[in-house]
Nanobody, 120 residues
Framework: QVQLVESGGGLVQPGGSLRLSCAAS????????LSWYRQAPGRERELVAT????????NYADSMKDRFTISRDNAKKTVYLQMNSLKPKDTAVYYC?????????????WGQGTQVTVSS
């Protein structure tokens, strides 16, 4: 049973920080490409960041790359998203995604999401 469980969301003031976690089970975590996506009300779901398998190469959307950091801990089977200098426009539901080459859905596996609200 594949499971991705996000946590760490909440309410934070502008300029604050949060660290999101996604705990994985039910697949070979070390063989997966991991991503964070987000979806704000009235907006399409967008890619935030990705960390690949070889060397842990990372990629970020332009609006996030200077403030957000994605990392993975294969021993803990967890992927993280460190978010700094948060802005109200960062308010969204954040989703964890995992893809394994040639295995499972082409869109990968998804978590249930965690709400991040940035407000004064």
């Amino acid at each position: 049973q594949v499971q991705l469980v996000e946590s760490g969301g909440g309410l934070v003031q502008p300029g604050g920080s949060l660290r999101l976690s996604c705990a994985a089970s039910g697949f070979i975590f070390s063989s997966s490409v991991l991503s964070w996506y987000r979806q704000a009300p009235g907006r399409e779901r967008e890619l935030v960041a990705t960390v690949t398998i070889p060397g842990g190469s990372t990629n970020y959307a332009d609006s996030m790359k200077d403030r957000f950091t994605i990392s993975r801990d294969n021993a803990k089977k967890t992927v993280y998203l460190q978010m700094n200098s948060l802005k109200p426009k960062d308010t969204a539901v954040y989703y964890c995604n995992a893809r394994v080459r040639g295995v499972g859905p082409s869109a990968g596996y998804w978590g249930q999401g965690t709400q991040v609200t940035v407000s004064s």
